[in-house]
Antibody, heavy 119, light 115 residues
């Protein structure tokens, strides 16, 4: 059974960099795209971007200039960095497993991490 | 980007009755080469991540009760719960995964409650 366990700092100041990591157990990173998705409190879902095991990435154009994702095959983990955060970046951030290629829906999700940006 | 719009925003249905949620995309999500609609449905309960219910517009995820069904093609889709149970109270989202390069987008959500 695939499980995603995520962690990272939950409280940031404006202009800092958000950093989250997601560890995958019960399966390999290979063969899938791995996404980050966020949800502001009381609001809907926004896809941030995805990465596969070889480091190929796709990002939401609305966030692309501030997003970096990476993968560590040896640890079966992938990570998100979002720079220059503002209060608008306050959200629950989820990691999720997408498809192999050609479009992804998300069958496995992490538990979510609430990231609050406040001075 | 493909914009995905759900209706209604909220819905109250009696236990045992049918619940219907609609999803409309700003352009077709039907890929002609494989005749698949790149549209999924999720259920989200408070404090939990979304749970995948339906993919390819009408394929039920393993373990999802058969009272949940998806239909539609092209730009117009429907999630139907045939007989509402108390545990179905949640927010439901549709998502398109057609865009190339990928920019996956979700509907705004529909809150389902018991009448």
């Amino acid at each position: 059974q695939v499980q995603l366990q995520q962690w990272g700092a939950g409280l940031l100041k404006p202009s800092e960099t958000l950093s989250l990591t997601c560890a995958v157990s019960g399966g390999s990173l290979r063969g899938y795209y791995w996404s980050w998705i966020r949800q502001p409190p009381g609001k809907g879902l926004e896809w941030i971007g995805e990465i596969n095991h070889s480091g190929s990435t796709n990002y939401n154009p609305s966030l692309k200039s501030r997003v970096t994702t990476s993968v560590d095959i040896s640890k079966n983990q992938f990570s998100l960095k979002l720079s220059s955060v503002t209060a608008a970046d306050t959200a629950v951030y989820y990691c999720a497993r997408g498809g192999g290629s050609g479009g992804s829906c998300f069958g496995y999700w992490g538990q979510g991490t609430l990231v609050t940006v406040s001075s | 980007d493909i914009v995905v719009t759900q209706s209604p925003d909220s819905l109250a249905v009696s236990l045992g009755e049918r619940a219907t949620i609609n999803c409309k995309s700003s352009q077709s999500v039907l890929y002609s080469s494989n005749n698949k609609n790149y549209l999924a449905w999720y259920q989200q309960k408070p404090g939990q991540p979304p749970k995948l219910l339906i993919y390819w517009a009408s394929t039920r995820e393993s373990g999802v009760p058969d009272r949940f069904s998806g239909s539609g093609s092209g730009t117009d889709f429907t999630l139907t719960i045939s007989s509402l149970q108390a545990e179905d109270v949640a927010v439901y989202y549709c998502q398109q995964y057609y865009s190339t390069p990928p920019v996956y987008t979700f509907g705004q959500g529909t809150k389902l409650e018991i009448k």
